[in-house]
T-cell receptor, first 114, second 112 residues
Framework: GAVVSQHPSRVICKSGTSVKIECRSL??????MFWYRQFPKQSLMLMAT?????????EQGVEKDKFLINHASLTLSTLTVTSAHPEDSSFYIC??????????FGSGTRLTVV | DAKTTQPPSMDCAEGRAANLPCNHS???????VYWYRQIHSQGPQYIIH???NNETNEMASLIITEDRKSSTLILPHATLRDTAVYYC?????????????FGTGTRLTVIP
């Protein structure tokens, strides 16, 4: 079946630095990818939707200049958390949509900002 | 997409069937019912989906009522590895790549 690889699985960074998270569709082309954030004991909250070759669409309240999303190819989308602060510590998850209508999720990235 | 209502938590004895209910009373004719689960600190995993008819795969069975206003996910022989949060999601397959809206889900705990 479809596989989405998300890296890194866990990252600790210092406050003020930037962190890049990669999401790759391994055996299919993902025209659309979604980025979610999940705080402890809460559900997944959509941050942004990215379409290959175009600018991402951000949900209300999500700062586009802080969470940079690039979807330069049909198999790769990246999320960069810029100038990270402790409140950005969370579980970040990507999801890829393929043309057959299926959604495949990455394994998630646990970000801790110290 | 129609919203769903699920109980916040359920327990199930290991080896017994786990029946997870979901209400989706505002579902429309072209909307499917999807089930995903999320094991702690992992990404959601697809389980099953259906439109009208009951569906079964190697993981679970999905029972949809005739009026389609509710459904039940059945894990026939629950194991400890089935402990997870289960999400029932309703969406149309015809609207292209739209976000999957995750509600609060049901936290299933399988007890030894």
């Amino acid at each position: 079946g479809a596989v989405v690889s998300q890296h890194p699985s866990r990252v600790i960074c210092k406050s003020g630095t930037s962190v890049k998270i990669e999401c790759r569709s391994l055996d299919f082309q993902a025209t659309t990818m979604f980025w979610y954030r999940q705080f402890p004991k809460q559900s997944l909250m959509l941050m942004a939707t990215s379409n290959e070759g175009s600018k991402a669409t951000y949900e209300q309240g999500v700062e586009k200049d802080k969470f940079l999303i690039n979807h330069a190819s049909l198999t790769l989308s990246t999320l960069t958390v810029t100038s990270a602060h402790p409140e950005d510590s969370s579980f970040y998850i990507c999801s890829a949509w393929d043309s057959s209508g299926g959604y495949t999720f990455g394994s998630g990235t646990r970000l801790t900002v110290v | 997409d129609a919203k769903t209502t699920q109980p916040p938590s359920m327990d199930c004895a290991e080896g017994r069937a786990a029946n997870l209910p979901c209400n989706h009373s505002t579902i429309s004719g072209n909307e499917y019912v999807y089930w995903y689960r999320q094991i702690h600190s992992q990404g959601p995993q697809y389980i099953i989906h259906g439109l009208k008819n009951n569906e079964t795969n190697e993981m679970a069975s999905l029972i949809i009522t005739e009026d389609r206003k509710s459904s039940t996910l059945i894990l026939p022989h629950a194991t400890l590895r089935d402990t997870a949060v289960y999400y029932c999601i309703v969406r149309s397959r015809r609207t292209g790549a739209n976000n999957l809206f995750f509600g609060t889900g049901t936290r299933l705990t399988v007890i030894p």
